[in-house]
């Protein structure tokens, strides 16, 4: 399989404790986008990379919040002191940079926060 | 702001009947609209967009500037359309190409 691939694909984790997940996005691609969706909701943005510069952070993206994209490749988002709220599907996704590239998806990471 | 509403949650319909589902918009720009796709077990992926204007999978929907509209249409439902449906926009010609998403519509459709 040559899509978006998310890694871990599930994550139980204790209030206060830390997580990191793993992107890696389509070889070719040069935008990496992350989002979030809780249940019953639509996906949100939460920021984006152009090769490896995080050109956009929403507003919904905390201090507790830190993404990286090192060498342009894969790209890591750490949640610090996870909150309870912080319980949710986290989805990644790629694409070129040309004008309208399609986001192509990767399958999430649910992360579940007790 | 920029939001996509999606009012219906669930839509049910019997194979072979119509289905419309809504979606509306607001944004101050000139946006470009998309419906994701979402089948049982599978990850969200591209339904269409409407700078294509094609059809997929049967599939059409039309920007209606006017209204602030771009429902998604097919005239005979089958019982492999049976997923969740979001409408997403993003800005034409945007830096960033982030996408905003409506809050989804499951379709149901019985045999």
């Known amino acids: 399989d040559t899509g978006v691939s998310q890694d871990p694909r599930h994550k139980i984790t204790k209030r206060g404790q830390n997580v990191t997940f793993r992107c890696d996005p389509i070889?070719?691609?040069?935008?990496l986008y992350w989002y979030r969706q809780t249940l019953g909701q639509g996906p949100e943005f939460l920021t984006y990379f152009q090769n490896e510069a995080q050109l956009e952070k929403s507003r919904l993206l905390s201090d507790r919040f830190s993404a990286e994209r090192p060498k342009g490749s894969f790209s890591t988002l750490e949640i610090q002191r996870t909150e309870q709220g912080d319980s949710a599907m986290y989805l990644c996704?790629?694409?070129?940079?040309?004008?309208?590239?399609?986001?192509?998806f990767g399958p999430g990471t649910r992360l579940l926060v007790l | 702001a920029q939001r996509v509403t999606q009012p219906e949650k669930l839509l049910s319909v019997f194979k072979g009947a119509p289905v419309e589902l809504k979606c509306n918009y607001s944004y101050s720009g000139s946006p470009e609209l998309f419906w994701y796709v979402q089948y049982s077990r599978q990850r969200l992926q591209l339904l269409l967009r409407h700078i294509s204007r094609e059809s997929i999978k049967g599939f059409t929907a039309d920007l209606n500037k006017g209204e602030t509209s771009f429902h998604l249409k097919k005239p005979f439902a089958q019982e492999e359309d049976s997923a969740m449906y979001y409408c997403a926009l993003s800005r034409v010609n945007g830096n960033t190409g982030k996408l905003i998403f409506g809050q989804g519509t499951t379709l149901q459709v019985k045999p």
């Open positions: 996704a790629s694409s070129l940079s040309q004008a309208g590239g399609t986001q192509y």
């Open positions: 070889s070719e691609h040069n935008r």
